[in-house]
T-cell receptor, first 115, second 111 residues
Framework: DARVTQTPRHKVTEMGQEVTMRCQPI?????VFWYRQTMMQGLELLAY????????DSGMPKDRFSAEMPDATLATLKIQPSEPRDSAVYFC?????????????FGAGSRLTVL | GQNIDQPTEMTATEGAIVQINCTYQ??????LFWYQQHAGEAPTFLSY????GLEEKGRFSSFLSRSKGYSYLLLKELQMKDSASYLC????????????FGAGTQVVVTP
């Protein structure tokens, strides 16, 4: 059963600390999306990649957030320095672009709490 | 940009039918998706429409009218396990395009 794997599942940190979230997309998928979900804002698109190349990161606060895909099996989302307003659930999703629907499969999410 | 609107909450009785509407305004269009999300879990894919008309999949059906920027998700024979948030999402551009989500409709199924 193919799945998107995210780590950590839960993270509690103090304001100012660096946070790195990792995502392993489904093998063979070539599009990777990062979303953030809060009660107030719903699911917000932060950034997404096509064949490891960033296509759009306009939804991401550039001064503190960065997203990369070091290789096809790993996507990372880094926050430095973290702030309490970054507290949210961060979802990674992957899909097979350029074929039909490119349905995205979501990981279980990383719940971040910044104190 | 994109603007995706759907009702915040709907309540229905077990066994009944509920229709969740979604309207959108996008700069481009390459498909409309419905996802289900139970509390504390990840969204899971329900349906996809790219052409006008109705797509039926078991108890769930989804309809699309591109000219009206309108879709609905129809849930029939409601079960308690259908209590969840239902997210409408639109892809712009081509199949590589960004997928933007609406705020979600919380469906509450009562006995």
């Amino acid at each position: 059963d193919a799945r998107v794997t995210q780590t950590p599942r839960h993270k509690v940190t103090e304001m100012g600390q660096e946070v790195t979230m990792r995502c392993q997309p489904i093998l063979g998928h070539n599009t990777v999306f990062w979303y953030r979900q809060t009660m107030m804002q719903g699911l917000e698109l932060l950034a997404y990649f096509r064949n490891r190349a960033p296509l759009d990161d306009s939804g991401m606060p550039k001064d503190r957030f960065s997203a990369e895909m070091p290789d096809a099996t790993l996507a990372t989302l880094k926050i430095q320095p973290s702030e309490p307003r970054d507290s949210a659930v961060y979802f990674c999703a992957s899909g097979l672009g350029a074929t039909g629907a490119n349905v995205l499969t979501f990981g279980a999410g990383s719940r971040l709490t910044v104190l | 940009g994109q603007n995706i609107d759907q009702p915040t909450e709907m309540t229905a009785t077990e066994g009944a039918i509920v229709q969740i509407n979604c309207t959108y305004q996008t700069s481009g269009f390459n498909g409309l998706f419905w996802y289900q999300q139970h509390a504390g879990e990840a969204p899971t894919f329900l349906s996809y429409n790219v052409l006008d008309g109705l797509e039926e999949k078991g108890r769930f059906s989804s309809f699309l009218s591109r000219s009206k920027g309108y879709s609905y998700l129809l849930l029939k024979e409601l079960q308690m396990k259908d209590s969840a948030s239902y997210l409408c999402a639109v892809r712009d551009g081509d199949s590589w395009g960004k997928l933007q989500f609406g705020a979600g409709t919380q469906v509450v199924v009562t006995p």
